[in-house]
């Protein structure tokens, strides 16, 4: 069986569990009570639009007028119907032989956990055109549909499941575009794309759980008769044995620490909320009562605000009334501080015929829900008022849970944990759709590229190894011959220069170094001849001024120019022969230097250059015959190699 993906969700075809066939026909489960048959198998549906048409205000109750109680203590104007069984005259009425029926089981069903779990289908998750995330759920199923095939499918989105049953034809399966149409989802933003993690089953338990009408928590009151108030209701710790007896009737007690089944929010760790509490299952729906004697008192606080917060933030109470005057419990809704709680029902027990009564008020906006109390509402058969009990709170809640209060609250909820598993499973199969393109990538990239690197490296390798070795031995044979004749040749040109260079260059170094010690001493001398004159001017100088002072001024300046030009004369001419030696002695080195020079460069240039031709000329030619034929074998190689991979690949 195969559910056909269009273009926009998925691409890949996989098989599947998902199909459904003809909408299912709504049926109303009928609970027969003990030792009696049912009158009729109407539905739920039928009997409340007969009793709309001849609307009887005692047998669904009449509507008074309630003070409703606001949460600041501030009382308000408020209604609720109170239905006390009482008839008049002809009207229909109700009696303990009627059957009494869950409504709407069909619905109301955990399809999830009933027609999917752990049965192979499909789910989706995707974005619609306002990119409001959702989920798809099909499955291909014969049951509940006398062995037909069908699909059913659930749209989970922020304003609660959608249920539909569609046909199935096995020629012409359904696709997931085609499914949402049905749903009026004709275009989405993102997706539908399937999610293959089976972890999300237990997500979409959860999610499930969160629509309500599926398993219940009822609070239980204790109530005294002298009592007026939720604050003495919630104070009560010692109880009465028909107190007692009436919570085994309606289920089991179990110790909470460990507990593993449905909680009802209570702490089943730490027994933060008391040790044991009261559990039962009725027609596949678990219900968890929150007994008020049952969750820990606090001797400081008057309110109770730890029992109160549970029992207070149930939509259904059951309110155990011990008094008197049994047929008119003085109990009114006004007594209890809440807005959350719609229905009350009041149950009082009878020691002198031991019997049960019941009364129960239904907050106006509350549509009407079945089924009827009996005329007169007393009960002495236990188990036919548990059942009757029990059907009358779940179709209660049932029929209140769409109120504007609970549906806001629960589309806060809902769309919190659908944003969180979209965010969750698309980015995983972004992971896993990375994971596997690589995978593929590498498998037959590598595959493909082993089998066309064969055939076509040995085609390409013969064919164009031999076109080009011909075409570039010649090429770069005489390339490389010239350019490594004249680079040799200049290479070994300077070698031998520079060698002959130094020889006979070390030869005339000793004169060089003559000269340039002569040299050294020249100029010492001058320098000192310089200072000396200078030093004898000074002194010829002081002399004079001496020679004036005691002979006469002119006969010693006489003397001191005449001493002074006698020595300048003297170092000027010795300073011009050093220069002269000096000079004829450079110009004969740079003479020989250049001589020998050219005469052994020209002998060894020859000598060498025919040498070393031959020498370098075969072998480099060789060497370079391998380097570019490997060269262009490997460029022409990886260029067909290539070239063929891509065409191929």
């Not at 559910?3 to 003809?22: D, W, Y």
């Not at 109160?308 to 011990?322: A, C, L, P, Q």
Request: some cysteine; glycine content about 4%.
């Amino acid at each position: 069986m195969f559910l056909v993906r269009s273009k926009s969700c998925i691409t890949r075809k996989r098989k599947s569990t998902i199909s459904t066939a003809k909408a299912a026909t709504r049926r109303s489960y009928l609970i027969y009570q003990n030792g009696f048959r049912p009158r009729c198998a109407s539905s739920p549906a039928s009997d409340l639009t007969g009793r709309r048409d001849v609307f009887s205000r005692r047998q669904y109750g009449s509507v008074e007028q309630l003070n409703a109680v606001e949460g600041d203590g501030t009382q308000t104007a408020g209604r609720f119907r109170v239905e006390t069984g009482d008839i008049d005259g002809d009207e229909i009425s109700s009696t303990v032989n009627s059957p009494v029926h869950l409504e709407n089981p069909e619905f109301q069903t955990r399809w999830y956990f009933k027609y999917f779990l752990g049965k192979l289908h499909q789910n989706y998750v995707g974005t619609d055109i306002d990119r409001e995330p959702f989920l798809l759920s099909v499955v291909v199923t014969d049951a509940n549909n006398h062995n037909v095939q069908q699909y059913r499918t659930i749209l989970w989105c922020k304003t609660g499941a959608k249920k539909i049953a569609l046909p199935y034809n096995q020629s012409k399966p359904q696709t997931v575009k085609g499914i949402l149409s049905h749903f009026n989802i004709n275009k989405t933003e993102k997706g539908p794309t399937e999610v293959f993690d089976s972890e999300i089953q237990k997500e979409l338990l959860v999610l499930e759980e969160q629509e309500g009408s599926v398993n219940f928590k009822f609070g239980v009151i204790y109530a005294k008769e002298s009592q007026v108030s939720d604050d003495e209701f919630y104070s009560n710790e010692e109880t009465t044995d028909s107190f007692s007896s009436f919570l085994h009737l309606l289920g089991s007690f179990v110790s909470l620490k460990g507990w593993e089944k449905f909680k009802g929010g209570l702490d089943v760790k730490s027994n933060a909320t008391g040790t044991e509490s009261v559990y039962t299952v009725y027609e596949g729906h678990e219900i968890m009562f929150h007994v008020s004697t049952l969750l820990p008192i606090s001797k400081e606080n008057l309110q109770q605000v730890e029992r109160k917060r549970h029992i207070g933030n149930d939509i259904v109470n059951i309110v155990f009334y011990e008094c008197d005057k049994v047929d008119s419990p003085s109990f009114k809704p006004s007594m209890m501080k809440t807005r959350f709680t719609h229905i009350f029902a009041v149950v009082v027990y009878c020691t002198q015929d031991n019997s049960y009564r019941l009364v129960v008020f239904s907050e106006e906006s509350v549509p009407l829900f079945g089924p009827p109390l009996p005329s007169p509402p007393t009960f002495y058969n236990h188990q036919e008022f548990r059942d009757f009990l029990l059907v009358k709170l779940i179709n209660g809640e049932k029929a209140a849970i769409n109120n504007p209060l609970f549906a806001q609250k629960r589309e806060r909820t809902l769309e919190m944990l659908i944003k969180n598993l979209y965010q969750v499973y698309m980015s995983e199969i972004n992971k896993y759709d990375y994971q596997y393109d690589n995978q593929y990538d590498d498998q037959y990239d590598n595959q493909y590229d082993h089998q066309y690197d064969d055939q076509y490296h040995d085609q390409y390798d013969n064919q164009y190894d031999d076109q080009y070795d011909d075409q570039y031995d010649d090429q770069y044979d005489n390339q490389y011959d010239d350019q490594y004749d004249d680079q040799y040749d200049d290479q070994y040109d300077d070698h031998y220069d520079n060698q002959y260079d130094d020889q006979y260059d070390n030869q005339y170094d000793m004169t060089s170094m003559m000269i340039s010690m002569m040299t050294s001493m020249m100029t010492s001398m001058i320098i000192s001849m310089m200072i000396s004159m200078m030093t004898s001017m000074m002194i010829s100088m002081i002399t004079s001024m001496m020679t004036i002072m005691i002979i006469s001024m002119m006969t010693s300046m006489i003397i001191s120019m005449m001493t002074s030009m006698i020595i300048s004369m003297m170092i000027s001419m010795m300073t011009s022969m050093m220069i002269s030696m000096m000079t004829s002695m450079m110009t004969s080195i740079i003479s020989y230097d250049n001589q020998y020079d050219d005469q052994y460069d020209n002998q060894y240039d020859d000598q060498y250059d025919n040498q070393y031709d031959d020498q370098y000329d075969d072998p480099y030619d060789d060497q370079y015959d391998d380097q570019y034929d490997n060269q262009y074998d490997d460029q022409y190689d990886n260029q067909y190699d290539d070239q063929y991979h891509d065409h191929y690949d």
